[in-house]
């Protein structure tokens, strides 16, 4: 019985895999920085994001753009919600008005909100800093974001 049981668990687990693991996502980042954000689902647990937005609240303020390749965990339902929790890596460059550009490497920690009947997701992550260029330096990004999904399969 036990056996039958986690059978029909796996099948219902698997045909609710269909919310926003497909397809470009775009939308806003609030937080540090704050701007726009994109996402392009390489497969079912791959992604690739980009974000292009601006240090509002730092005294070396300017534009960021970071592009990070991200790893999808399992699956958390509570109820009927469906929370995506995630990491990856990827790069930052950014360009300060007052000559202090920067190059670095930065990680990222989030998790993801699936919304399943509109295809939207909402995401809190958070995202150290370990810049390179010109001299080393480690800073933590926090965003607060959400996506709509263009073309969901």
Same mark, same amino acid.
């Given at each position: ?17 269909? $919310? ?72 930052? @460059? ?10 670095? $490497?930065?990680? @990222? @920690? ?16 958070? $995202? ?6 010109? $001299? ?18």
């Amino acid at each position: 019985m036990k056996k039958l049981f986690l059978f029909f668990s796996l099948i219902i687990f698997i045909s609710n895999l269909s $919310a926003q693991e497909t397809g470009l996502g775009a939308g806003i980042i609030i937080g540090e920085p704050t701007g726009i954000s994109a996402k392009y689902w390489l497969d079912g647990q791959n992604a690739l994001d980009v974000g292009l937005a601006y240090s509002l609240f730092k005294a070396n303020n300017g534009v960021a753009l970071h592009i990070d390749y991200l790893f999808h965990l399992m699956h958390i339902y509570i109820s009927n919600q469906t929370f995506l929790p995630y990491y990856g890596f990827g790069g930052r @460059v950014k360009f300060s008005g007052n000559s202090q550009s920067s190059l670095g $490497a930065r990680g @990222v @920690v989030g998790v993801g909100w699936i919304y399943k009947p509109k295809p939207i997701d909402v995401f809190l992550e958070f $995202a150290p800093v370990f810049d390179l260029l010109p $001299a080393t330096e480690i800073s933590l990004g926090v965003s607060l974001g959400a996506r709509y999904y263009f073309n969901v399969k």
